[in-house]
């Protein structure tokens, strides 16, 4: 489904890599989790995956696509198989609850009557169905993951990629949204999860990519968090 | 489809201008300023020109007479003269008027107005005052009365003098005067309108950098370029309509005021003149606040759409 083929990436104005000759293929379905030192390139890798940077050499498939070779209109279809987390959230901070979910809704295209059906429903899936008309700034560090969680699902992406979601959270929000997480990826949908919580990645006990100055050490299916 | 999106961008893009607070606040002020300085100085050029037209007024050719001359004769003369393409019009002053006006004119001059009674006769012809369409056509109306055949020769023998040489001086100063008064006030205006859409173009790019934030997650979520740049331009639309309705009330008082204070200065009545052309004002100041709130807006946000 994704397949990373030899991507080397280095950033203007340093003369290390971020990343260094980079292999790996990751199935449909799969719950990855990749660890590493800060810097050691995990968000360089979801970077790449959604086309926001460029490889300075080799390629990165989604199926049979080179995604860094699509133009500008095929890029936004992609993006829109691909829902993503951060760990800044990044809500829309001028629109509720509501009109956060409902935004990625119609920039899809999507009917006013499926938007007024699904969001509702996904805002209780995320445990935020009474704060449909909060702003972010109203919300908590943990509602807000929840809420960037159900924005990233209400277009069933095929991927969620979700960049240190847990870096901001308390121990029993932190648990949380690994299990929204989990229960999207026994839904069929793929899981990359980026994130420097050991607890988290060992309770998962699915596949760690380990990076370490911008190379996989280890690639193991059911892994352990690992870092000297 | 289409229907479908406009809709969602304009309700989106109103969200942000009700929502943005401070930001809607300092954009409308901006362009609030922008506009102003604009009708300020449509309201200059006005008075500019009234002053400008004032002075024309002042100016004219007098074609004097030789005294005894027959009234039909002059009539003719004046019709022949209303022929010139380039006059506006003629005004008569007969000899009698003409003593009468001297003698207002030196009620105060004893010494004169003795001498005048010594004189049997009225010393003083009948004339014509020629106003031209422009300053700069009383030379050529002037020529009209050397060398032109359409006056006959027995109409130039009852000529006594026409003044255009006298007045020629202040007449091509006039000239030099209004024609640097308008080119002056165009190229003033200009840098001024051009200084004040840089600083609404800059107020409105520094608002949008901070949201260069939202506009990568509007393009993570899967958002087309043009569904991420309407709303900002609908929200430049409403700060634009927004000043404009502003600007347009904020000179009603300031009209009265000048039409109040300042008519015997500036020498229009400035709330009259709003009065007069508002609704040219009106449709002039909101197309610009639109357009330069659109306008500015969408190219601040495109900045970010490029990658």
């Known amino acids: ?228 | 489809m289409f229907t479908l999106y406009l809709k969602r961008i304009i309700r989106s893009g109103y969200h942000n201008f009700v929502r943005s607070g401070f930001a809607s606040f300092a954009s409308i002020l901006m362009l609030t300023i922008t506009l102003s300085v604009i009708t300020s100085l449509v309201f200059i050029q006005a008075a500019l020109n009234a002053s400008l037209n004032d002075i024309k007024e002042k100016v004219d050719v007098t074609v004097y007479f030789v005294p005894d001359t027959d009234e039909s004769d002059i009539a003719q003369v004046k019709e022949a003269l209303l022929q010139i393409p380039e006059v506006r019009d003629i005004s008569y002053t007969s000899s009698e008027q003409a003593i009468e006006d001297f003698k207002s004119k030196h009620s105060n001059d004893y010494l004169t107005l003795q001498a005048l009674d010594e004189l049997d006769e009225n010393p003083l012809g009948a004339s014509l005052e020629i106003r031209a369409k422009d300053p700069s056509q009383y030379e050529s109306i002037s020529n009209y009365f050397e060398n032109d055949s359409t006056l006959s020769q027995g109409a130039l023998t009852i000529i006594d003098k026409v003044d255009y040489h006298q007045n020629k001086v202040i007449i091509d100063r006039l000239n030099s005067i209004i024609s640097g008064a308008n080119k002056l006030g165009f190229f003033v205006s200009i840098i001024l309108i051009l200084i004040s859409i840089i600083i609404t173009f800059n107020t409105i790019k520094i608002i949008i950098y901070m949201s260069k934030d939202e506009i990568n997650v509007m393009k993570l979520v899967g958002a087309g370029n043009r569904y991420v740049q309407g709303p900002f331009i609908v929200s430049g639309v409403l700060v634009g309509l927004c000043a404009s309705v502003i600007t347009i009330i904020l000179f009603i008082p300031i009209s009265v005021w000048l039409g109040n204070q300042m008519t015997e200065f500036i020498g229009i009545n400035m709330f009259d003149y709003y009065k007069s052309n508002f609704v040219q004002l009106f449709v002039i100041v909101i197309c610009l606040g639109v357009i330069l709130g659109g306008i500015s807006s969408s190219f601040a946000v495109s900045k970010y759409l490029k990658k």
């Open chain 1, 1 to 228: 489904m994704i397949y990373f083929n030899g991507v080397t990436k280095k950033y203007k104005n340093s003369d290390d890599s971020s990343l260094e000759n980079v292999s790996f293929t990751i199935s449909q379905g799969e719950f990855v989790s990749i660890v590493g030192h800060s810097g050691a390139g995990k968000t360089t890798i979801t970077k790449l995956l959604l086309a926001e940077e460029y490889p300075s050499e080799g390629e990165i498939f989604y199926h049979s696509t080179n995604i860094h070779k699509l133009p500008k209109r095929e890029l936004i279809n992609l993006r829109r198989k691909i829902g993503t987390v951060f760990q800044d959230f990044r809500l829309l901070q001028n629109k509720t609850a509501y009109e956060n979910i409902a935004f990625a809704m119609e920039a899809t295209g999507k009917t006013e009557d499926e938007i007024r059906e699904d969001v509702p429903h996904v805002l209780e899936l995320v445990d935020l169905g009474k704060k449909a008309s909060h702003f972010p700034s109203q919300l908590s560090g943990g509602e807000k993951q929840r809420l960037a969680i159900a924005r990233a699902i209400i277009t069933q992406p095929d991927i969620i990629i979700a960049d240190e979601p847990t870096g901001n959270l308390d121990p029993i929000n932190t648990s949380d949204v690994i299990n929204i997480l989990k229960k999207i990826n026994d839904l069929g949908t793929t899981v990359i999860l980026t994130t420097h919580n050991k607890s988290v990645v060992d309770q998962l006990k699915k596949r760690v990519i380990t990076l370490q100055n911008g190379k996989i050490i280890r690639d193991e299916k059911e892994g352990k968090y690992i870092i000297k």
